[in-house]
């Protein structure tokens, strides 16, 4: 049986860096600050993390994830150049001073700056104040109802439209 994600991915390239990001399935939902978490060198994190989403809330926090991929191995994750372990494989370039720089001074700044869509961040309280200003316009009250449903703005939209109309055609 396969699993599906419940948070959300999306391709983000950041400075000519291809990156991934992995937002809790709260993220459009609750205005709750995540740590992040940066991960090297790794292009599954929508496998990472549909495993890993399992734990959140029994043995871990939710969190969000920033998959950062290197253009070059050898440059970045070495500290210090070195010959080539076989003969028919690259040097050690010995660049990760510069590639730690780029990750502290370029893709963190740029996710603690923008990780949280501001307009997707509203919806709640708008939802919640426009709810209040349609009830106190209603002469019945019981023609209002506001449903909050786990996995935020953009999951299971057909059940949610399908709830809906059974409940507006009752």
């Known amino acids: 049986m396969s699993k599906t994600i419940k948070g959300y991915i999306q391709n ?5 860096c291809e990156c991934t990001l992995y937002l809790p399935p709260k993220y459009y939902v609750d205005d709750v600050h995540y740590p992040v978490v940066y991960i090297n060198g790794e292009d599954n994190i929508h496998e990472i993390m549909e495993e890993v989403e399992y734990h959140f809330g029994v043995d871990c926090s939710e969190f969000i994830a920033i998959s950062v991929m290197s253009q070059d191995w050898n440059e970045d994750f070495t500290p210090w ?4 372990l076989t003969k028919k494989s690259e040097s050690f370039k010995g660049g990760a001073g510069s590639y730690l720089n780029f990750l502290s001074n370029t893709i963190k700044p740029f996710i603690d700056e923008h990780s949280r869509n501001q307009r997707m961040a509203k919806v709640g309280n708008c939802t919640r104040e426009a709810a209040l200003i349609l009830e106190e316009q209603l002469e019945f009250k019981g023609n209002l109802i506001l449903e909050w ?8 939209i057909s059940n949610r439209f399908m709830r809906a109309l059974l409940w507006l055609m009752s």
């Open 12 to 16: 983000l390239p950041i400075a000519g």
């Open 81 to 84: 150049a070195a010959p080539p």
């Open 149 to 156: 449903n786990d996995g935020g703005h953009f999951s299971e």
